[in-house]
């Protein structure tokens, strides 16, 4: 396992990259690099705003458990311009935010104590939705059509916008 040493530098936008990254594999089930690499870039193009990913029972569509990441691409650029790398410590394993190995392994034990299946969807950026379907090409996906999308629980879901401490501060005395 590789380590990251304290006070690194880390440009966010590789930071935040390598959030999505680790929650493709690790709950998608994506393991295929490549495969992992075009989201990866249709991200870095700011067209998907969000992943959202659910706990399903066998042969439901209603969701009992969600976890949806979202990124707010507006305070992303403005920070870009103040702070384009962040300070990450040793908490940060392969670079991945201690915050975002919380929320995947609890949602991914959660999930298998209640036998529940993990699927997934994600969503487009305004940008995205411009050239949905070129990008749909591109990842191989499509759109669901109304009515055979997932249902979300009736609970309020986790919900995780990438405010990880690092990537979300202006400067440390905005804390």
């Known amino acids: 396992m590789a380590e990251t040493a304290t006070g690194v530098g880390l440009a966010r936008m590789n930071a935040i990259l390598r959030q999505f990254d680790y929650m493709l594999e690790q709950l998608a089930g994506i393991k295929d690099y490549d495969k992992r690499q075009r ?20 042969g439901s569509r209603k ?6 990441v979202e990124i707010d691409w507006d305070k ?11 300070t990450i410590n040793d908490l940060w394993e392969e670079n991945v935010s201690p915050d975002i190995r919380y929320e995947v392994r609890s949602f991914r034990d959660t999930c298998a104590a209640r ?6 969807c994600f969503w487009w950026s305004d ?3 411009k050239i949905e379907g070129e990008l749909d090409k591109k990842l191989g ?8 999308s997932i ?3 009736d609970a309020k879901p986790s919900s995780y ?13 905005d804390q």
């Open 76 to 86: 992303h650029n403005e920070l870009m311009v103040r702070m384009p790398k962040i």
């Open 39 to 58: 989201y990866l870039e249709v991200i870095r193009e700011k067209h998907i705003r969000a992943f959202e990913f659910y706990g399903v029972p066998a």
């Open 63 to 68: 969701a009992k458990e969600l976890l949806r």
């Open 127 to 129: 940008a995205g939705r």
């Open 161 to 173: 916008s990438l405010d990880i401490q690092e990537l979300s501060a202006h400067t440390s005395s």
């Open 141 to 148: 996906t499509h759109t669901i059509p109304k009515g055979e």
């Open 151 to 153: 249902q979300p629980p």
């Open 115 to 120: 036998k529940l299946k993990i699927d997934w």
